[in-house]
């Protein structure tokens, strides 16, 4: 698993790629939240590369749309999500809960 | 039969195996992802639950081709898992009422065909999971 950040003027950009599993839940986890203790609750993860995410990875995702919607002070947007993935994100019940954009520039450009 | 550490660092590798054998019998790439998720999910609870954290024992795979899918049963020889005795999660509910985690056998029913545990002789679990052909993909 790969994960990298990019700061735009409003928001950020979080790009995961490869697998995330229990092993590699935390690292993403750890990454958001470093995200968030720098205030920067307006964030696009970019799923272009994400061949794989377990359960314990959707509750990172969602851990972290509910801190960032806390206080109306921003939300987590998911760009390219594949099929698959948004199929596990509707199994669990998590789809009400996230905007998802096709294009990663697309979503940068909506906050 | 595959033998693995039951380690986080292993489910890699775990649902290498478990995907391969779903595409060599014949499944779909979106069920053999659904096969492989199950088994992620499988696995990460006997870590978690039936030995109580990392490094604690270990788990076998096997993966057997059958006519219309795939059957793989996973071992572990961790405390016995009584499915019973798990409450499904509401997916329906809002997410602030919701505890986290809870939804691996949910995945595991909800993407597989059958689900059967079974105690092991001694200590331990036998998970037999089956995933079979869609219908469209049906030779």
């Known amino acids: 698993m790969e994960i990298s950040q990019k700061q735009y003027k409003h928001c950020s950009l979080v790009k995961i790629t490869g697998r995330v599993d229990s092993l590699t839940a935390p690292a993403v986890s750890e990454t958001l939240k470093s995200l968030m203790e720098f205030g920067k609750y307006k964030i696009v993860i970019d799923c272009t590369g994400l061949e794989f995410i377990s359960s314990a990875g959707l509750w990172v995702l969602v851990n972290t749309q509910k801190a960032c919607k806390r206080y109306n002070r921003g939300e987590v947007i998911l760009a390219a999500v594949a099929d698959r993935i948004r199929a596990s994100l509707d199994l669990a019940g998590f789809i009400p809960y996230f905007k998802i954009i096709d294009d990663p520039t697309e979503a940068v450009g909506s906050f | ?139």
């Open chain 2, 1 to 139: 039969m595959t033998l693995y550490s039951a380690t986080y660092e292993n489910l890699a590798k775990i649902d290498l195996q478990v995907r391969t054998a779903a595409i060599e019998a014949g499944l779909s790439d979106d069920d053999a992802y659904s096969v492989e998720l199950a088994v992620d999910e499988a696995c990460t609870n006997i870590i978690d639950h039936s030995y109580g954290g990392e490094g604690l024992g270990e788990i076998d795979c096997v993966c057997q081709t059958l006519a219309d899918g795939l059957k793989i049963i996973i071992y572990d020889t961790g405390c016995f898992f009584n499915p019973e005795e798990i409450q499904p999660p509401d997916v329906h509910q809002p997410l602030n009422k919701r505890p986290e985690g809870g939804l691996g056998l949910f995945f595991m029913h909800s993407l597989m065909d059958e689900v059967v545990f079974d105690p092991c002789k001694g200590n331990g679990t036998s998970l037999t999971m089956i995933k079979r052909k869609s219908l469209s993909k049906r030779g």
